[in-house]
């Protein structure tokens, strides 16, 4: 079954202890991407890659980093996480062709930083 | 920087009523627009895209969107709302770039 699979789907963590989430799809998609959900906010992007080793920020990088040292995985990456991350987390994936494919979402993970 | 906004944060209709919810994007040239919906505790799934040619698009479930690009707008509507159509919808644009925006969202709630 075609899918990106998010862990850990919930975590509760306190200020400033590192953490990563991870992303993983089985599409063979170039494009993968981070994004947070908030509230009256919708989805705001915080870091895509377009293919292995290739990174760029999103709207809203700050305080989070990835990595991409394999097509399939994605990682999302808090050095020291604030409580202003607390929020909903969803990673997508696509094929590279000039959008026209349809991004693929994962579950969602859902974090709270105390 | 692209953005969009959707006109109403929530909106409350009976079954049968007819729904149409805007969204506008903040400037032209080639866009991509794109239609999702979040069922409660679920992802985002595409409920219908455009890229080019017919300004109307059909999507899945009874979902349809116009796009007229001298108003900068891609609204959704559907004749005849369900129950099981309750959820967020959220209307994304994709401009020159890989970046993805999305608007704040739209909450539907479908009345028995």
């Known amino acids: 079954e075609a899918q990106v699979t998010q862990n850990p789907r919930y975590l509760i963590t306190v200020t400033g202890k590192k953490l990563t989430v991870t992303c993983s799809q089985n599409?063979?998609?170039?494009?993968m991407s981070w994004y947070r959900q908030d509230p009256g906010l919708g989805l705001r992007q915080i870091y895509y890659?377009?293919?292995?080793?290739?990174?760029d920020k999103g709207d809203v990088p700050e305080g989070y980093k990835v990595s991409r040292k394999e097509k399939r995985n994605f990682p999302l990456i808090l050095e020291s996480p604030s409580p202003n991350q607390t929020s909903l987390y969803f990673c997508?994936?696509?094929?590279?062709?000039?959008?026209?494919?349809?991004?693929?979402f994962g579950p969602g993970t859902r974090l709270t930083v105390l | 920087a692209q953005s969009v906004s959707q006109h109403n944060h929530h909106v409350i209709l009976s079954e049968a009523a007819s729904l149409e919810l805007g969204c506008n994007y903040s400037?032209?040239?080639?866009?991509?627009l794109f239609w999702y919906v979040q069922y409660p505790g679920q992802h985002l799934q595409l409920l219908l895209k455009?890229?080019?040619?017919?300004?109307l698009v059909k999507g899945i479930k009874g979902f349809e969107a116009e796009f007229i690009k001298s108003k900068f707008s891609f609204n959704l509507r559907k004749p005849s709302v369900q129950w099981s159509d309750t959820a967020e919808y959220f209307c994304?644009?994709?401009?020159?770039?890989?970046?993805?925006?999305f608007g704040p969202g739209t909450r539907l709630s479908v009345l028995p």
């Open positions: 997508a994936s696509k094929e590279v062709d000039g959008g026209y494919n349809e991004q693929f």
């Open positions: 599409m063979n998609h170039e494009y």
């Open positions: 890659s377009m293919n292995v080793e290739v990174t």
């Open positions: 400037y032209g040239g080639t866009v991509n």
């Open positions: 455009y890229f080019s040619g017919d300004p």
């Open positions: 994304a644009v994709k401009d020159y770039g890989q970046n993805f925006v």
